[in-house]
């Protein structure tokens, strides 16, 4: 059973950038498809982009802001977040699902393995 451990968030000023990283232990995970999410109190946690061997997917709210990236080798998935937003304050969670679909990525359900979050936070 695939575990998932987050890190890189912290306090960034509006305009700023910040790099998380997701990484699994207790196998490789090649085989699945990884998704980054948001969420803020009081809010329904939001799919905000995914990645598998077949592409990546971006929600709206960060296209062209922000980029999900693997590196197979450190069993490592990115998220680069530039030009960050005081709406970008949330906790992030790294989640994954078996298999290469990116179809319904965004929806939270369909993901069994999730980390533990972290927190970002935009302010000046």
């Known amino acids: 059973q695939l575990q998932l451990v987050e890190s890189g968030g912290g306090l960034v000023q509006p305009g700023g950038s910040l790099r998380l990283s997701c990484t699994a232990s207790?196998?490789?995970?090649?085989?699945?498809?990884s998704a980054w999410f948001r969420q803020t109190p009081g809010k329904e946690r939001e799919g905000i982009s995914c990645i598998s061997a077949l592409g990546t997917k971006y929600d709206d709210s960060v296209k062209g802001r922000f980029t999900i990236s693997r590196d197979y080798a450190k069993n490592t998935v990115y998220l680069q977040m530039n030009s960050l937003k005081p709406e970008d304050t949330a906790v992030y969670y790294c989640a994954a699902r078996p298999g290469h679909s990116t179809s319904g990525c965004h929806d939270g359900s369909l993901f069994d393995l999730w980390g533990q979050g972290t927190q970002v936070t935009v302010s000046s």
């Open positions: 207790g196998g490789a995970w090649d085989f699945y498809t």
